[in-house]
Structure formats: structure tokens, C-alpha cells
């Protein structure tokens, strides 16, 4: 063999070598910096953010069984926020609607909201209200906070919240297993991010 062809041939082995550890350190840059960013995302994770699933059909049609939601642990909690929390009665955790907010008293009459005996429009099920009356039905059975309280004022206390599933026939809910702790709240639904919804805020 000439020495033309073997100096050719070594040049083309240092080539192909050359271009094997080239293609090692970008797999092992690419590998590292992969695991940093899922450190970062599990790290930030327990401090900012949660991917729950929601499961049943207490918040339907807002949520679904099955849908995935952004939740935000820091995010801020008021009248009619989804909330993700655990549940009071140790049966896992749940996304639920904040109706009632410590220091008031919350009661249902005629499928009507009232809070401090003040009325409250309830805007996310309102096409399902007007649905109900033509059809002579009622989407939440009255009740008042007293019956969950079990006290003569009915005051929800200060780190408490009243919590209800949209879905009011088959979402167990506060006329279940009491009020949610603030304690509990693991935080606020911001978006359905499988499929893609925004949340809408009331």
C-alpha cells in the first residue's frame, strides 16, 4: 500500500475519532444539563408550582376527570378561587370552589348564594341555574354554614374556608367533610394545562 493511501487512510481514523468525541461531549453536556433542569423544575416545584390531576366529576364544566392544572402554591386565595388542598376527611386531595371566607356565614335558599344574608351571583353556573328553573329543578339543596358549623351563629373561624364542587348534585364536598384549613390549601388553580383551558377568574 502506498504511503500516500495509509497517511490518507489515518487522517480519515482521526477524523471519524475527532467527530465520536465530539458527538460524546454534546450526548454528556445534553445529558447534564438535562438533569439540572429537571432539579430546578422538581426544586421549584415545592415551592412555586404543582401539576396535579383533577379526578371525579365534582367541577365539572369547569374541570374534567383527568384534566391537568397548573396549580400556583403561592397564589392568592378569595371568593370562588379553585382551590387544591387535602381533604379534611384524610380521603386524598381535591380541587374545589371557595364559597364561604372566614368571619362570614354563608346559606343557600331557592338555589340563591347569600353571604352575611347578603346575595351573591354565582356567575360560573348561572346558564345551568336558568336551565334548572325552566326545567323546575334546583342545582344546590338549601343549607346553611350553622349545619356544618354546628353552632348557633354559623361564623365560619379565622384559617377556615367553605368549599364547593360546581357539580353540586355529586361533588362531595364542605356539606360532606367540614371546612378546608388554610393549613390544607396546598394552592390556587391557575389553568387546565392538559388539554389547555385558562381558568376563568370571578
Known amino acids: 500500500?502506498?504511503?500516500?493511501?495509509?497517511?490518507?487512510?489515518?487522517?480519515?481514523?482521526?477524523?471519524?475519532?475527532?467527530?465520536?468525541?465530539?458527538?460524546?461531549?454534546?450526548?454528556?453536556?445534553?445529558?447534564?444539563?438535562?438533569?439540572?433542569?429537571?432539579?430546578?423544575?422538581?426544586?421549584?416545584?415545592?415551592?412555586?408550582?404543582?401539576?396535579p390531576k383533577n379526578?371525579?366529576?365534582?367541577?365539572?364544566?369547569?374541570?374534567?376527570?383527568?384534566?391537568?392544572?397548573?396549580?400556583?402554591?403561592?397564589?392568592?386565595?378569595?371568593?370562588?378561587?379553585?382551590?387544591?388542598?387535602?381533604?379534611?376527611?384524610g380521603n386524598g386531595t381535591s380541587i374545589r370552589r371557595i364559597i364561604g371566607l372566614p368571619e362570614e356565614k354563608v346559606s343557600y335558599r331557592n338555589d340563591e348564594l347569600y353571604i352575611n344574608d347578603r346575595l351573591v351571583v354565582e356567575r360560573f353556573i348561572q346558564r345551568r341555574l336558568v336551565q334548572a328553573k325552566i326545567e323546575n329543578e334546583v342545582i344546590t339543596v338549601d343549607f346553611d354554614s350553622k349545619d356544618i358549623l354546628e353552632t348557633n351563629n354559623g361564623i365560619i373561624p379565622q384559617g377556615k374556608y367553605l368549599v364547593l364542587g360546581d357539580n353540586r348534585h355529586y361533588a362531595t364536598d364542605s356539606r360532606y367533610y367540614g371546612l378546608v384549613?388554610?393549613?390544607?390549601?396546598?394552592?390556587?388553580?391557575?389553568?387546565?394545562?392538559?388539554?389547555?383551558?385558562?381558568?376563568?377568574?370571578y
Open 1 to 51: 500500500m502506498s504511503r500516500k493511501k495509509l497517511s490518507y487512510n489515518k487522517k480519515k481514523r482521526r477524523r471519524k475519532k475527532r467527530k465520536i468525541r465530539s458527538i460524546q461531549e454534546v450526548s454528556k453536556e445534553l445529558g447534564i444539563t438535562f438533569l439540572i433542569v429537571l432539579l430546578l423544575l422538581f426544586l421549584l416545584s415545592r415551592v412555586f408550582f404543582t401539576l
Open 55 to 89: 379526578e371525579g366529576y365534582g367541577m365539572r364544566d369547569e374541570l374534567n376527570d383527568g384534566d391537568r392544572v397548573y396549580v400556583d402554591r403561592l397564589g392568592k386565595r378569595k371568593r370562588f378561587s379553585l382551590i387544591y388542598f387535602k381533604q379534611p376527611d
Open 181 to 201: 384549613d388554610e393549613q390544607a390549601v396546598i394552592g390556587t388553580v391557575k389553568l387546565r394545562w392538559w388539554p389547555f383551558y385558562q381558568i376563568r377568574a
